[in-house]
């Protein structure tokens, strides 16, 4: 969508990023929508369900319904009316109305508070694969950070953007077999990620570390193939490695280490695994061999012996 965002979008949509949004008195929304009997099944609670506690909480508590679900008129009604939606927004809305097949404005009224996440996520693989090659599989706002109304600041541990919860998040769509499989993408992200520095000390707790973010960036997230990934990454090691270097930076790139692939890392892999069973056996012989020392200097003393 490089060229339908930043063409089309651009000079309208600046005007309606900054335009106050419509009055409205979400307590008359939520009049129907807080009914949790929109579902036919028992104890279900219907698609346009909201919870108003949950919506409270969340980043957009302070926003008013219309602000998102614009062109509505006053209820009970259509669901499909575009009445003052602008002419821009609603172009982006029939792209994302294809990925969900409704919801097409509230889903594009995302860009009128975020326009600069917007402009990167247009340009990043997941943007173009979404609006210039029409997958729908291809990830947008909701699918990375979650439901809107329920939607936690990052600082939040609750949330899915929160900074050791990103690993997890890329993984609904990275670590998906059916997703990889249709789309050939790399079988071995989330493994070789779990498997590394990195992901084994997140998983001891650690916030310290580098995260799918921190090399591939948020929103515009670039392909890792395309020379703008592989010129830049050496950059991106040396924000946490000092000095890092273009063959530094190849040391991980989600291809496991085999005597081929990366013959250093891999013998390094191999050294340091013999090195720590090495000294675990070690230790446990050595325990061992007390544990025996001091059965038989009691069983001396039982008989008399010094």
């Known amino acids: 969508m490089a060229g339908f965002a930043l063409g089309i979008v651009v000079g309208s949509l600046l005007g309606v990023a900054g335009a106050p949004a419509q009055a409205a008195d979400n307590d008359t929304c ?20 909201i919870d108003p506690e949950a919506l ?3 980043v957009h508590g302070g926003l008013t319904c219309d602000t998102c679900h614009q062109g509505f008129t006053a209820g009970p009604h259509e669901t499909g009316a575009l009445q003052g939606v602008d002419e821009s927004l609603r172009k982006v809305a029939g792209e994302l109305q294809k990925k969900r097949g ?21 340009q990043s693989v997941h943007g173009v694969a979404l609006f210039d090659k ?19 600041p990052k600082e939040s ?16 769509c990275h670590g998906n077999s059916e997703i990889i499989l249709k789309y050939r993408l790399n079988t071995n992200v989330v493994p070789t990620y779990q498997e590394s520095f990195h992901g084994k000390k997140l998983i001891l ?38 000095g890092a270097s273009p063959k530094f930076a190849t040391a991980f790139a989600h291809i496991p280490a085999t005597e081929t692939s990366q013959k250093i890392v891999h013998w390094a ?18 325990i061992g061999l007390d ?16």
């Open 30 to 49: 939520l009049v129907c929508h807080r009914s949790p009997l929109e579902s036919s099944k028992p104890g279900k609670t219907g698609p346009f369900y």
């Open 56 to 58: 409270a909480r969340s």
């Open 102 to 122: 409704k919801g097409g404005v509230a889903l594009a009224s995302c860009v009128t508070c975020h326009y600069e996440s917007f402009q990167d996520y247009s």
């Open 134 to 152: 029409g997958v729908k599989d291809a990830p947008y706002c909701l699918d990375c950070h979650g439901p809107p109304h329920t939607l936690m």
């Open 157 to 172: 541990p609750a949330s899915r953007d929160f900074y050791t919860n990103i690993p997890t998040t890329c993984a609904s």
């Open 205 to 242: 707790g650690s916030s310290d570390v580098a995260v799918c973010s921190s090399c591939h960036g948020a929103h515009k997230v670039v392909d890792p193939q395309s020379p703008a990934f592989t010129e830049g990454l050496a950059m991106r090691c040396g924000q946490c490695h000092e």
């Open 269 to 286: 892999e191999r050294f340091f695994a013999v090195l720590t069973g090495g000294v675990i056996l070690g230790l446990v012989t050595h």
């Open 291 to 306: 544990l025996a020392s001091q059965v038989r200097i009691r069983q001396r003393r039982k008989k008399g012996k010094k």
